[in-house]
């Protein structure tokens, strides 16, 4: 597999894993967004497991 498809499928996987919903994780696993169109816990509260998702990265707005 060259580089490029890799990055493709990585892509491609993240859309099917990352929760749409306020929490934006991603998850190990993909998320049945057709019939919740979110993770469990965005959906209906029940907390997720933190071992079962990757924390989306930090957004710093320092200018420095």
């Given amino acids: ?37 979110s993770c469990l816990e965005c959906h209906d509260g029940t907390p997720a497991d933190p071992a079962s998702y990757i924390a989306p990265s930090a957004k710093h707005l320092l200018a420095a």
């Fill in 1 to 37: 597999m060259t580089l490029a498809k890799e990055a493709a499928l990585d892509k491609a996987m993240a859309a099917r894993q990352t929760c749409p919903g306020p929490c934006g994780r991603r998850y190990f696993h993909c998320l049945p967004l057709k019939t919740l169109g």
